[in-house]
Structures are given as structure tokens and as C-alpha cells.
């Protein structure tokens, strides 16, 4: 490969690159990507599946966010796969899940059931490759280019899904994108997760049972127990407030955390999982944003360890058993889809003739005199500013049904494109509902099973007729 240097610029020039073909390529093997090839294959179609890293699962099993929010909505390959994870012993049993909201799981099994799904569906995997850019002639997208040990290549497709968790090739594509909150695109908090281990989870529970009013509400009284096995499993425990005030009053934690949270706490193994850290006011997609929060989240994660073995119940004899091995990154960007569901369809309720999703008595709450967001964007989660943590009853919530059309999965302009996951076209209101995982899968099987029919009936998805999509997600078990 020859480079020149002109006028202050690189310039690398043109070159020929092999390349192989498929029907679908989909960039990522996260929750939605390795959901979307799973369903584009089940659909008939021969499926490229390409992953940076050696395992699937992204914010699930890199990021070790080791629990399902929103179970009920579990349906389709998300319903199919804990259920693998059950019989494998890393999840709840269908009966105990409905106990819980959210299911705690092992990543471990996680990887290893989406590998299996993957596998046995024919898919052709590649792991340790990097997807670089779109393929796009003329407004058609006609796959990507990837980079891997063997040097630069591309996989040409007739349909191309974007499960990059940021849409990446959407972006690069030239699709337009929103970030963040409408008022200034500021986003949601960065986390890192780590484990614990040596935890007394029982002397932690004896002192949340005789100071409840530490503990978040949501979580208080039965600590929602649940078995992954014949593993007893609290799902969170989250609060320690006065503890956490203390420690800032004696210097012993920094100024911007207000309450310490565990989840997943493994009773007899002596593990929990720490959400705590966060990392405000950094941009996701940029690689220096990202490099600051990485060294920000250790830092603060020792803050945390050495608070947690002087102040809190159970804790004492606890050690770092290792962190996640990438920051877990709550928002980016959402495409401007074909169409963008917006705060007012939630308000009324609206339905669609391609709705592939129902969020039935979804809580939403209308602009008030203070900001109200799950993760929001300042720096004031889980302090007496924060009405969803603290204080719930407080806050005016309505109840309100409203869908998911097939559209807002189409990048507007750009043909043979579908992006799945966190960045599908919906308002920052809404994205606090969808960005979660269980619905990152639906929108992956739904993305799936779009390309691989808009690939063998030669038409774009946006020409797509949905009744096809619908008849397909039913046979694959997928309740509409």
C-alpha cells in the first residue's frame, strides 16, 4: 500500500481489496447483532456475522451488565436464550424470573448460549474483525469493508445491518443522527463495572432490613430474590446513603456519587456486581471522551472498593475480582429513521401498520421543573435531586400503550440498511425504554428477519412488504 503526504494531508491511495459475499452482513455480535443473524438465517438467508472480539454479547458480556431490565418483554430469541442460560444454570427458571423485573445472569453462560444460537444456525462468525466503513454506491449500501490479521478486505452484501451499538456505518454513510437530549446532546453516563468477591451478602441484608430507608425503594423488603440454579441470587441492592454521605464528609469518597449500588449478589459464591461508577459530560464516540472515562471509571472504582471494605456492611474482607473489559456506554447516537418516534406518540398512544413492538403501560413522565431520567445526563443520579431513585411516589407518571413501527429501523435516504439496538430512530425520552437489552434482541430479530426478506425478494426494506416480516416473526416465535 503506497500513502502520500500533500498539503498537510495523508492521502492513501486507491487500492483493490478480495472480498467475499452473503446475503446479510451484520456489523456487531451485541445483543441485537447476534439476535439480528440468528433471525436473518432462521429467515432463509446466508448470513455474515463480523465481532472485534472473541465473544458475542457486547454491553451483556464485555461490559458485564449481568442482568436483563424489563424481563416481561422477553419474547422470541431473547425469551429462547434465557431459557438456555436457565438450563445451563446461569439465569433464572421461567417461574422465578417472573418474580423479578429484572433477571440476573452470568455472562459466562451468556456467551457461550449466543455462540450455540449462532452456530447452529449456520451463520458464517468471524471473530477478532473490525468493520471499518460502509460499502455505499449511489445511495445503496453494498456492504463493508473489515480489517482483521489478515490485512483489509470487504464482505459485498444485498443487505447490510448495522448492530455497531453507536451506528457507525449509519453514520458514516452519511445518515443523519441525534444525540442525546434535545436541549444541549448531552448524554447519558458512562460506566464501568466490576466485581466483588468475599462479600457477607447475609450481614449486608441484616443491616438494609434494619435501616430501610437506606436502600432505594424499589428494592426494598424481599431484596428480590430469585435462584440462577440452585444459586440464591438478590437481584440489586442499592442505596447506603447516609454511608455514602459520611464517607464524602470524611474525605474518603469523591464529590459526584450519592449512593453505592450491587447487583447480581451471588449468596453462597460471596459475588456481587458494582454499577456505581459514573462518568458524566463525555462523548461515547470519540476515542479520546473514552480513553478519559476508562482512566476516570479506575479511579474512581478504587474510591469506591476502599469505601466499600471501611463502611459497608459485609464488605469488609471484599477484594476486586476483576473489571469489565470495556466502559459500558449508555447513549450515542439514534438515526434519523424513515420514521422517528417522538414524545408525542407516546402521549397519544399512537399505533402503526408496521408495529413490531407494543410498550404497553409504558410510565412516562411530561417535561417538569426538574429534570427526571433514568441516567441522566447531570451528575445528581441517586441524590435527593433524583425523584426516579429516590422519592418514586413523587413523581407524575401516565401510563401509556404505544408501538414500534418497522420504519424506524430504516436509515432514512440511504437503501439496503437497517440499524438495530439503542440507536434506532426515537426520541431521548423514549431511548429510556428501548436502549435496554432485552428490547436491543427484539429489534435485532426484527432487523433480521427484514434484511434476509428484503435480500431474497431483491427489494430495499423500505419496499418491503411488512405482512411478510410479520408472518416470519410469528413462525419464529416472536409475539406481535
Known amino acids: 500500500m503506497a500513502y502520500q503526504i500533500s498539503n498537510g494531508k495523508l492521502i492513501e491511495e486507491t487500492r483493490e481489496l478480495p472480498f467475499i459475499t452473503t446475503d446479510v452482513v451484520v456489523a456487531g455480535g451485541g445483543v441485537s447483532g447476534f439476535a439480528a443473524a440468528v433471525a436473518a438465517a432462521r429467515a432463509g438467508a446466508k448470513v455474515t456475522l463480523v465481532e472485534g472480539r472473541t465473544f458475542l454479547g457486547g454491553v451483556a458480556t464485555q461490559a458485564m451488565m449481568a442482568a436483563l431490565v424489563a424481563g416481561r418483554w422477553a419474547d422470541g430469541i431473547s425469551r429462547e ?149 440452585n444459586e440464591k441470587v438478590i437481584q440489586r441492592i442499592s442505596g447506603f446513603y447516609k454511608l455514602v454521605e459520611e464517607a464524602k464528609a470524611n474525605g474518603d469518597l469523591y464529590d459526584e456519587i450519592y ?55 459485609g464488605c469488609e474482607n471484599s477484594f476486586i475480582i476483576d473489571l469489565a473489559s470495556s466502559l459500558g456506554v449508555r447513549e450515542t447516537r439514534r438515526i434519523v429513521g424513515e420514521y422517528q418516534v417522538t414524545d408525542d406518540d407516546a402521549y397519544n398512544d399512537v399505533s402503526f401498520d408496521d408495529a413490531f413492538m407494543t410498550l404497553k403501560g409504558a410510565l412516562v413522565t411530561r417535561p417538569l421543573p426538574i429534570e427526571l431520567d433514568v441516567h441522566m445526563p447531570d451528575p445528581i443520579e441517586g441524590s435527593e435531586k433524583d425523584w426516579l431513585e429516590r422519592f418514586p411516589e413523587k413523581v407524575p407518571r401516565e401510563p401509556h400503550t404505544y408501538q414500534l413501527p418497522f420504519r424506524c429501523l430504516i436509515p432514512k435516504g440511504l437503501k439496503n440498511m437497517m440499524v438495530a439496538g439503542r440507536t434506532i430512530s426515537v426520541s431521548h425520552m423514549i431511548d429510556q425504554f428501548t436502549r435496554n437489552m432485552i428490547p436491543c434482541m427484539r429489534f435485532g430479530q426484527v432487523a433480521g428477519v427484514g434484511a434476509a426478506l428484503s435480500a431474497i425478494n431483491n427489494v430495499s426494506p423500505k419496499d418491503l412488504d411488512f405482512s411478510l416480516v410479520k408472518k416470519e416473526l410469528i413462525r419464529q416465535g416472536l409475539h406481535l
Open 81 to 229: 436464550l434465557i431459557d438456555d442460560m436457565t438450563e445451563l444454570g446461569g439465569a433464572p427458571s421461567y417461574e422465578e424470573e417472573r418474580k423479578v423485573d429484572t433477571i440476573p445472569f452470568d455472562p459466562e453462560t451468556f456467551k457461550l448460549a449466543a455462540l450455540e444460537m449462532v452456530l447452529k444456525a449456520g451463520i458464517h462468525l468471524m471473530f477478532y474483525t473490525n468493520v471499518c466503513e460502509p460499502i455505499v454506491i449511489d445511495g445503496v449500501t453494498k456492504g463493508v469493508v473489515i480489517e482483521n490479521k489478515g490485512g483489509r478486505s470487504a464482505i459485498l452484501a444485498k443487505q447490510t445491518i448495522d448492530c455497531t451499538g453507536d451506528a457507525d456505518l449509519a453514520f458514516r454513510a452519511g445518515v443523519p443522527c441525534n444525540v442525546g437530549r434535545p436541549s444541549d446532546s448531552k448524554m447519558r453516563p458512562l460506566t464501568l463495572i466490576f466485581r466483588l468477591g468475599n462479600i457477607d451478602v447475609n450481614k449486608m441484608v441484616e443491616y438494609v432490613e434494619k435501616y430501610p430507608e437506606e436502600i432505594q425503594p424499589q428494592y426494598r423488603g424481599s431484596n428480590r430474590l430469585t435462584f440462577n440454579g
Open 259 to 313: 449512593y453505592f449500588r450491587l447487583e447480581n449478589l451471588q449468596i453462597d459464591r460471596r459475588i456481587a456486581y458494582c454499577n456505581t461508577v459514573r462518568v458524566y459530560y463525555l462523548n461515547g464516540t470519540n476515542a479520546d471522551d473514552l480513553t478519559k472515562a476508562e482512566i476516570e471509571a479506575r479511579r474512581k472504582i478504587q474510591k469506591i472498593y476502599e469505601f466499600a471494605k471501611k463502611y459497608v456492611p
